[in-house]
């Protein structure tokens, strides 16, 4: 079934993982798909979404940056604009707290919290200019229901991101216009080889990959997530089947999270 045929999906952070996942799901059920990453080189991107026989275009932006990601969303408008907003790009950094820098900490409230907030703006410029109804679904994190340890920065940014969805929601329902936020747990991303690496550093002698077991088997599904797990949220949130849901937080971890 393709239910988002001839509609056009923007996302930060498309060019990779969970990112790409969500991506990839839309245009499979056929969805114009705009890609935005940091990174100058998407090839592989738009590579892996060739087989869909969808319009597909990538976007060097930085979500930092309002130029830019008006030039993202400019990008859409060759597919009738923006129907479908996924503010996906997101950093982490790991400290411990008396060495995390000034700088770690604006980076993560920067690209995490500022970079939704110009992202959804924009969408929502460009939604109300057309007089359109709309999807904003924005990556939050388990982090933004229980923030961990040596990643106050981080926490902060995603909780966040949760008062900022909660609050355009109400300011743009009567537009037709929801905003959601997920809350991806553990899933098998280039992040969370990060993410193992540093807090095994930092919480004992673990080598690569033994605390991500432990963690893992923490989780009630006894599984980490894949892609797609969240993919599949996101495309639901962003189908007709949603649309009398807005201002919502989704946990999408196996049930590690039960908030």
Known sequence: MRRFEGKCLVISGG??????????????????????????????ATNALARHDVGVVTQQCDVTKASDVRALYDAAEQFGGVDVAVQNAGVITIAKVENLTEREWDLNLSVNTKGAFLCCQEAIRRLRAKNKPGRLINTASGQARDGFIYTPHYAASKFGVVGLTQSLAKEVAAQGITVNAICPGIIHTDMWDYNDREWGRLMGDYAPGELMAEWVEGIPMKRAGKGGDVASLVAFLASDDASYITGQTINVDGGLIMS
């Open 15 to 44: 060019n990779k993982g969970i990112g790409l996942a969500i991506a990839d799901r839309f245009a499979s059920e056929g969805a114009n798909v705009v890609i935005g990453a940091i990174e100058t080189d998407q090839s592989a």
